[in-house]
């Protein structure tokens, strides 16, 4: 893992990984993408963590492409690859076994804003702002808007495409994209209490939670209840589950397996 453009931060059960090319506001070069897939999979591989922060150095989260690498060459191939490799990156955000915090200050915007959106959930700061412009300059944001129509309404998310305007915090909570807006001063400690408490939770229960949640959400109706009867049947199977309900029958707090 590239430790220049990256780095993972652990406290206990949980994860901080800051982009780290704070003078290009975290421009998603390829090294960088390959360094956040590196990095990904570190966590994925370790059963001791229970979230993940992904967060930015400098000034934003994360400003997109870098559209000086891009453009700096003609080649298919490279632009190809670069494509390729970052929504490669924002599905394995979604297939990591541990639920995924944004945490955003600054601007996000286009392949920025994608990864907000990718990430199960995100805390923003009131300041922060978010944009998929790429229309604004001849390069409609076509792999942004896989992951904002998932994370918004179609008319919300067409607004953003389509016009290519900045966006505020409010404005990102309003529609879906963000779950809270916070103080500035206020962004980080806001951002690691609601990561306390989901590692707080059962990591088993979670990861089986997590999984199941993007299984059947495009399923249709009958195919998502009866795979998620067949979830609920395989978590009552869990250590976990049996330690949790007796705790709460005997009005005790559970000592889960996993911590």
């Known amino acids: 893992m590239e430790q220049s453009l990256v780095t993972l931060e652990r406290q206990d059960a949980l994860v901080i990984l800051r982009l780290n090319r704070p003078q290009a506001y975290n421009s998603l070069s390829l090294q960088l993408l390959e360094a956040i897939q590196a990095a990904l999979l570190t966590v994925a591989e370790d059963d001791g963590i229970g979230v993940l922060v992904i967060a930015g150095n400098g000034r934003g989260f994360c400003s997109g492409h870098d559209l000086k690498e891009m453009s700096g060459t003609d080649d298919r ?3 190809q690859q670069i494509f390729a490799t970052c929504s490669a990156v924002m599905q ?3 297939a990591l076994p541990v639920p995924v915090i944004a945490q955003v200050h600054g601007i996000a915007t286009a392949a920025g804003c994608q990864l907000v959106a990718s990430c199960d959930l995100a805390v923003a700061a009131d300041t922060a702002r978010f944009a998929t412009p790429g229309v604004n300059i001849g390069l409609f944001c076509s792999t942004p808007m896989v ?9 919300h998310a067409m607004e953003m495409l389509l016009l290519g305007e900045m966006i505020s915090a409010q404005r990102a909570a309003e529609i879906g994209l963000i779950n809270w807006q916070v103080e500035e001063a206020e962004l980080e400690n806001y951002t690691l209490k ?3 408490k989901i590692a ?3 990591r088993a229960a979670v990861r089986l939670g997590k999984k199941g949640f993007y299984e059947q959400i495009n399923l249709v109706l009958p195919d998502a209840y009866n795979h998620c009867s067949q979830l609920m049947t395989d978590n009552m199977q869990l250590d976990d ?3 949790g309900i007796d ?5 005790r ?3 889960w397996s996993h911590r």
């Open 194 to 196: 609601v990561a306390g």
């Open 147 to 155: 992951a904002l129509s998932r994370a918004v309404q179609p008319k």
């Open 92 to 94: 394995q955000i979604v």
């Open 200 to 202: 707080a939770h059962s």
């Open 77 to 79: 191939c490279l632009h």
């Open 247 to 251: 705790a709460f029958i005997h009005k």
């Open 241 to 243: 589950c049996a330690e």
């Open 253 to 255: 707090d559970p000592n």
